[in-house]
């Protein structure tokens, strides 16, 4: 999975997103999730998932293995998965990392609500 990474400014809009990053190397964390489905371009559905995480590391690398984890873990439980990303803040900038198309929309809209969590 070819991934993007992007940075906006943490006030440029309100979310839910905590200030702060997840480690997901710590057991018994929650991974907050939100599973969208959103109209392409060309007019179908796309389902893409969001998750509030990064890697203990955080570099680009190992963000990227994360999210292919995450996203195994969220087709696993029978969530639909066309396209994802990681979120997290990094020196008070929310940081997108995942697939480009969906990195792109999520700079432009922000992070949606969570609608799903799991624990490590």
Do not use: C
């Not at 993007?4 to 480690?23: E, F, I, M, P, T």
């Not at 969001?50 to 696993?76: I, V, Y």
């Amino acid at each position: 999975m070819a991934t993007s990474l992007s940075r906006v400014n943490k006030s440029s809009w309100d979310s839910g997103l905590q200030a702060g990053y997840h480690l997901v190397t710590e057991v018994g964390m929650q991974i907050n999730f939100a599973h969208v489905r959103v109209p392409s371009v060309s007019g179908a559905d796309i389902n893409y998932v969001l998750f509030e995480s990064r890697s203990a590391t955080g570099t680009f690398g190992d963000n990227a293995a994360l999210l292919a984890q995450l996203t195994m873990r969220a087709r696993a439980s029978g969530l639909r998965v066309d396209q994802s990303a990681l979120v997290f803040v990094e020196a008070e900038q929310i940081r997108f990392q995942g697939t480009k198309p969906l990195v792109d929309h999520l700079s432009r809209t922000g992070v949606p609500g969570w609608t799903h969590s799991f624990d490590t």
